[in-house]
């Protein structure tokens, strides 16, 4: 059965408030209202592909599984409230949507996949030396070595100073 709104009840006003604009004296938006804004970041799933939330596992029955879908979707998620806050976010990493964060994580991907090659190709021609201290670095640590530190040098003899004549 139909409700029917005559419009005199105070609630029915309350409804009208929102349905005006806020210029009028209503709670509605004038136009369009930039902010709140929802900004992305893709990062790589369990499986390791480019993801930017997780939508399929959402509603999954398992509670454990949707709670992981929860957490991986909020980390991929920002809502910024200012234009100060979505420059500041902008400049951490975010996208505006979620093809351009999707795009901006496989463009990542490659320039470290290029550097690694490049790296590749230069410990090829290095000399037996060189290639002893790339090894050295590289055993200890985890991170990609494109650009080995030099060893610091011991502090040589101080020069002789000339005797004024």
Known sequence: MPILRTG???YDKELAKWDLPKRLGGHNADGYEEFPRM????FRDETGKARCG??????ATDPVVQARAIAFTAQC????????????????????TQQEALDTLEAYQQDIAKAAAEAAYAVQRMSAKAHAEYDAHDAASEALAV????????????RKTQAAA
Not at 149 to 158: D, L, Q, Y
């Open 8 to 10: 005199e009840s105070d």
């Open 147 to 158: 650009d080995v530190p030099a060893p610091k040098k011991k502090p040589g003899r101080p």
């Open 39 to 42: 900004l992305y970041k893709a």
């Open 54 to 59: 997780d939508n399929r596992d959402l509603y």
């Open 77 to 96: 998620q920002l809502i910024v409230r200012s234009e100060d806050a979505k420059r500041l976010a902008l400049s951490q990493g975010w996208r505006l």
